[in-house]
T-cell receptor, first 113, second 117 residues
Framework: QQQVKQSPQSLIVQKGGISIINCAYE??????FPWYQQFPGKGPALLIA?????SEKKEGRFTISFNKSAKQFSLHIMDSQPGDSATYFC????????????FGEGTQLTVNP | GAVVSQHPSWVICKSGTSVKIECRSL??????MFWYRQFPKQSLMLMAT?????????EQGVEKDKFLINHASLTLSTLTVTSAHPEDSSFYIC?????????????FGDGTRLSIL
């Protein structure tokens, strides 16, 4: 029940295209859903996060869509750029229980020039 | 803002030695710090959670005598890998979270690559 399933494992997109990464969860107590971006040899960096009281959040080229009834959320990267090539992790936590993050398996995104 | 510094970034040492990794929150007070381990092309695995001034809470399967965690101040936590062996080689990452009424996001350090020969 603590798992977060992420797909696809890898994704190749052309420059200017839309990258879409999906995550699904089981624990209905989760109330915070961040996305992290990780470059090789670096720690994850918080990209964007959403709470279940909204269905969508947009920050620049990055958008999270959240479907509470389906227990799914996704990251959309518009106008994908080669510099977006990285590994993306979704995560979920129960904020009132110490914010212990449960991570998805990760998606390796490659944006071709 | 919200910068977490981790040191060293890379360490190579002989089997049997102990290695200490430092995690500092540079511009905020971290009431809670987390330590993760990451194998190549895999996700982050939480090892332990530490609150300032308290003993760390270890995840199931993590040896507390092997991985010593100290969180003595609001800006510093340390992870000591004792009597390290080749199977302890991994990428270790810390994160820190500021306290307060509103739960703040975790901010991650840049990790420490540990290689045991």
């Amino acid at each position: 029940q603590q798992q977060v399933k992420q797909s696809p494992q890898s994704l190749i997109v052309q420059k200017g295209g839309i990258s879409i990464i999906n995550c699904a969860y089981e624990n209905t107590a989760f109330d915070y859903f961040p996305w992290y971006q990780q470059f090789p040899g670096k720690g994850p960096a918080l990209l964007i996060a959403i709470r279940p009281d909204v269905s969508e959040k947009k920050e620049g080229r990055f958008t999270i869509s959240f479907n509470k009834s389906a227990k799914q959320f996704s990251l959309h990267i518009m106008d994908s750029q080669p510099g977006d090539s990285a590994t993306y992790f979704c995560a979920a936590s129960v904020e009132t229980s110490g914010s212990r993050l449960t991570f998805g398996e990760g998606t390796q995104l490659t944006v071709n020039p | 803002g919200a910068v977490v510094s981790q040191h060293p970034s890379w360490v190579i040492c002989k089997s049997g030695t102990s290695v200490k990794i430092e995690c500092r929150s540079l511009d905020f007070q971290a009431t809670t710090m987390f330590w993760y381990r990451q194998f190549p092309k895999q996700s982050l695995m939480l090892m332990a959670t530490s609150n300032e001034g308290s003993k760390a809470t270890y995840e199931q399967g993590v040896e507390k005598d092997k991985f010593l965690i100290n969180h003595a101040s609001l800006t510093l936590s340390t992870l000591t890998v004792t009597s390290a062996h080749p199977e302890d080689s991994s990428f270790y990452i810390c994160s820190a979270r500021e306290g307060g009424r509103v739960v703040q996001p975790q901010h991650f350090g840049d990790g420490t690559r540990l290689s045991i020969l």
